[in-house]
């Protein structure tokens, strides 16, 4: 099944301790993101990647980090959490392809963090 | 910043009834795509229309696009109950995707 899965779905935190979220897509798209939802904010986004090895900041950097060594994988990493980041995260891949043919992005379950 | 911006922020109708989603945005874009969410799920893609369309159908969804106004606008018609949910546009310039803050649909039966 095509899919993104994003782990863990749920993790509490306490503030400073570095933390990983996972996301991989097995439809071999060019494009992934990592976006935030925030109650009356909607999704901003953090870091996408048109490739692997190439990443670019979004709306909602700081604080955050990213890689994309290989193609099926874009982990969010959190070196130093802060109760700020406590949210709503999901990870979404697309390829031009699929933009051309009018399917759009894939999304994640989600990941909802707390920092305390 | 947030680049489509989803009018109203919420919407409640009868079963049956027809509604209509708004949204406008700042800069231009390659394509505009609306999608859905159930409550603190991820988001489903419904539509894409491209900048060159005027129109698009799928189903009991209707999307249109005015980029001389920089707004599109989200049919569905006959709504059921299952319809309740968060809808949000997203707008793609070309290397991200951009979203507003969405309109809670309630469908009542």
């Known amino acids: 099944e095509a899919q993104v899965t994003q782990n863990p779905r749920y993790l509490i935190t306490v503030t400073g301790k570095k933390l990983t979220v996972t996301c991989s897509q097995n439809?071999?798209?060019?494009?992934m993101s990592w976006y935030r939802q925030d109650p009356g904010l909607g999704l901003r986004q953090i870091y996408y990647?048109?490739?692997?090895?190439?990443?670019d900041k979004g709306d909602v950097p700081e604080g955050y980090k990213v890689s994309r060594k290989e193609k099926r994988n874009f982990p969010l990493i959190l070196e130093s959490p802060s109760p700020n980041q406590t949210s709503l995260y999901f990870c979404?891949?697309?390829?031009?392809?699929?933009?051309?043919?009018?399917?759009?992005?894939?999304f994640g379950s989600g990941t909802r963090l707390t920092v305390v | 910043s947030q680049q489509g911006e989803e009018d109203p922020q919420a919407l409640s109708i009868q079963e049956g009834e027809n509604a209509t989603m708004n949204c406008s945005y700042k800069?231009?874009?390659?394509?505009l795509q609306w999608y859905r969410q159930n409550s603190g799920r991820g988001l489903v893609h419904l539509i894409l229309?491209?900048?060159?369309?005027r129109e698009k159908h799928s189903g009991r969804l209707r999307v249109t696009l005015d980029t001389s106004k920089k707004s599109s606008s989200l049919l569905i018609t006959a709504s059921r109950a299952a319809d309740t949910a968060s809808y949000f546009c997203?707008?793609?310039?070309?290397?991200?995707?951009?979203f507003g803050a969405g309109t809670r649909l309630t469908v009542k039966p």
């Open positions: 979404a891949s697309s390829s031009s392809g699929q933009m051309a043919s009018g399917y759009g992005y894939t």
């Open positions: 439809m071999n798209h060019e494009y």
């Open positions: 990647s048109m490739n692997v090895e190439v990443t």
């Open positions: 800069t231009s874009i390659n394509n």
């Open positions: 229309i491209r900048s060159n369309e």
């Open positions: 997203a707008t793609d310039a070309g290397g991200d995707m951009r």
